[in-house]
């Protein structure tokens, strides 16, 4: 049988190999794809970015493979972005030998926890540093435990005795109560090690895996104790040999920690960690199951139909208030341009009234007048005792006129009503667009869906592999924020105190330039020279760069003053010996100042064969394509920011630009603007 999920095993070997690994790590971004995978993309220092896949009640291990980007990540996801994003993970454990893992989390505002169960339908559970209950991917009452806000966390009971902690008494004492049941079977349970492992035991024993439990003698118990303890001695010592095990037609079967009797007929395929084993797994796994997904299909079809009635739906409304604005407009403007034949009109009919008739014998006359043409036919068709109206028809537009007010209220409440209708249409034309992005998005899952179900296993591992091969041949610099100048130089900033060390001392020479902003909290950027002197241009580039990431931004100032030195001008000793923080270094020498460098990052869009987003200085931006926005400090922030931004670059491309547009990620956009808040400057659109 084909291996689903992760053993206890599989978790304390991943476990130990990912402490090593992924502990002391930043992280950069969260991602979910389908209802329980998630991604978390790892930073740590002077190496490659790490991808950590949380799949809940599956598997956990760190991946090689990059998936596209949702666009739109659904609410669980965007909680976990809010609490762990920028997050230092310090340290994973597996609970007891349960199929249960904690990840610890250091943030600003104290430790956080998250709860991995990969057993049954699984769940992840974010908790406080006290275990209560943050937010859950599911919550559920139990009979045993509940699993909702704001209650402390209590584990399920316990699947076995932690085999680690069992004697030989243990194991005869439950052989002894267990009878008539196969002695696979209690072992399974007892150990909660589950079935393979329990029958690789008994195969390493010479027992039959069927007898019954109360045949086992003294000695076979023994046997059972001590290949438990042989099983178990590489988990403890830390030395894996994993593999992959094939079937006879090269599909995958299992991926086991270390080589199991049970397969030594079997072809196998090693590894160097079980992280990768497991990775290269369950991607072959995962796409049989995307082939064979007729249910995601049917899903799909079902939200493309409900989204393409809310387009419609909002088409109309839009129409429709168009329309309406186009009218009250219309109708004002009548009134004006009728406006002493009307004033004549009213006064009239206010006189009449004022004279001491009621309303009642003032239309009655007005009919009268009307049907013996002493007043124009057009004017009045009706009146409104009610609301004290004159329901009037001219140049083809029929309107009521409010006798109690005058004819500039009866004008300007028609242009009020034509300006909120207007509004209204602006409104809805912006969340017409959002929908159109999410069925678009919806039909091309669906597109994808239904080009799976034709597509062979191999074909999608190919193209899996193909993104994991873009992602091996990254450049140094792509883990630091980063642009190219308007005249070609690299120019590379640190994101935090750690970056910022690792930036100076392992990619400057002599050669390069550095800058830096006159305020705590600011990145080294670096501008590399390459052989060439750097340019003026460069050097005013890199310092609104410098400007912009720094903490003015987050204060909202409209400008900082900026300062660049040559590498060899920073030092990790003060004047007097003592040391510098970490990620700190301190300037020997004059400085060149750009005083009140303005604050500001130019975002666009270019389209060389694919939707690429692109950041920086305003001019390298400019430089790279017409399509882009300049943000300046503001108090905007967030996703809805990011959704202004995207909707500002939207619009200034064609329509099968947008079609391309929309089948990226808002999420491209937030590592160019800093803190993710500001405002669209609307005087460079």
């Known amino acids: 049988m084909k291996k689903k999920e ?7 070997v991943t476990a ?31 190496k490659p970015p790490i991808r950590l896949v949380v799949e809940a009640g599956r598997r956990l291990h760190s991946t090689g493979y990059a998936e596209e980007s949702p666009l739109e990540p659904p609410a669980f996801c965007m909680l976990l972005r809010r609490y762990l994003r920028d997050s230092w993970l310090s340290s994973i454990e597996q609970v007891e030998f349960e199929r249960i893992v904690i990840i610890n989390f250091r943030t600003k505002t104290g430790s956080l926890k998250l709860v991995v169960e990969l057993f049954g339908d699984g769940n992840i559970i974010l908790t406080n540093e006290e275990c209560v209950i943050i937010q859950a991917l599911t919550f559920k009452r139990m009979k045993d435990r509940d699993i909702l806000r704001k209650v402390v966390l209590t584990f399920p009971p316990s699947s076995g005795k932690n085999p680690f902690k069992v004697t030989m008494d243990d194991i005869e004492k439950i052989l002894l109560e267990a009878k008539n049941t196969e002695v696979v079977r209690v072992l399974a349970r007892f150990l909660g090690i589950g079935g393979v492992y329990a029958e690789e035991i008994l195969l390493r024993s010479n027992i039959d895996k069927s007898k019954s439990s109360k045949e086992i003698s003294s000695d076979e118990i023994k046997q059972i104790f001590l290949e438990l303890k042989k099983i178990l001695l590489p988990v403890s010592e830390g030395k894996f040999n994993p593999c992959i095990v094939k079937d006879k037609d090269g599909s995958y079967i299992d991926v086991v920690p270390f080589k199991l009797e049970r397969y030594e007929n079997y072809e196998t395929e090693a590894y160097t960690t079980f992280n990768e084993a497991a990775d290269e797994f369950f991607l072959q796994v995962t796409a049989f199951e995307k082939a064979a997904d007729n249910i995601k299909v049917d899903k799909l079809k079902k939200e493309a139909e409900r989204l393409k009635r809310v387009v419609t739906e909002q088409e109309n409304s839009i129409s429709e208030d168009e329309k309406k604005a186009e009218k009250y407009k219309k109708i004002g403007d009548t009134i004006y341009a009728h406006f002493n034949e009307l004033q004549i009109f009213q006064d009239n009919i206010l006189k009449a009234n004022q004279a001491g008739k009621d309303w009642k014998t003032v239309i009655t006359e007005l009919v009268a007048a009307k049907k013996n043409g002493e007043i124009p036919a057009i004017y009045m068709e009706s009146f409104d005792g009610k609301n004290l109206a004159l329901n009037l028809c001219i140049d083809e537009l029929r309107f009521a006129l409010i006798l109690r007010k005058s004819l500039f209220e009866n004008a300007n409440e028609q242009y009020e009503r034509g300006k909120k209708a207007k509004e209204k249409a602006a409104g809805a034309l912006t969340a017409l667009q959002e929908s159109k992005r999410k069925l678009k998005d919806t039909e091309n899952q669906l597109q994808e869906a239904e080009n799976l179900k034709n597509l062979k296993p191999a074909e999608i591992v190919e193209t899996l592999s193909k993104r994991k091969e873009a992602m091996e041949n990254k450049q140094w610099y792509e883990k630091f924020r980063w642009f190219i100048s308007s005249d070609g130089f ?17 990619y400057t020479t002599q050669e390069d330039v550095v800058f830096h902003a006159e305020i705590t909290g600011a990145p080294f950027v670096v501008v590399k020279a390459e052989g060439k002197p750097v340019s003026e241009q460069a050097l005013s580039e890199a310092g609104e760069f410098a400007a912009a990431y720094s903490r003015a931004w987050r204060e909202n100032a409209g400008s900082a003053d900026v300062y660049w030195v040559k590498v060899d001008q920073l030092s990790k000793s003060g004047p007097s010996g003592e040391s510098v923080p970490h990620g700190a270094f301190f300037v020997m020498g004059k400085r060149n100042w750009l005083p009140k460098t303005p604050l500001r990052v130019g975002v666009g869009i270019t389209f060389n064969g694919e939707v690429k987003f692109v950041g920086g200085s305003v001019d390298s931006v400019k430089a790279k394509t017409k399509i882009y926005v300049v943000i300046l400090p503001g108090d905007y922030q967030g996703k809805e920011f990011l959704k202004q931004v995207m909707r500002s670059l939207v619009v200034k491309v064609s329509k099968e630009q947008r079609e391309k547009i929309g089948k990226t990620s808002i999420e491209q ?12 400057n609307k005087k460079a659109l």
């Open 669 to 680: 956009i937030r590592e160019f603007i800093p803190y993710t808040k500001g405002a669209i």
């Open 16 to 46: 130990k190999e990912l402490q090593s690994t992924i502990t002391d790590s930043r992280v950069n971004n969260i991602y979910q794809f389908g209802e329980k995978t998630f991604i978390f993309k790892l930073h740590k220092t002077d």
């Open 490 to 506: 690299l120019v590379v900033a640190g994101k935090d105190t750690v970056s910022n060390e690792v930036l100076i001392k392992k």
């Open 6 to 12: 992760f053993s206890s095993f599989d978790i304390a």
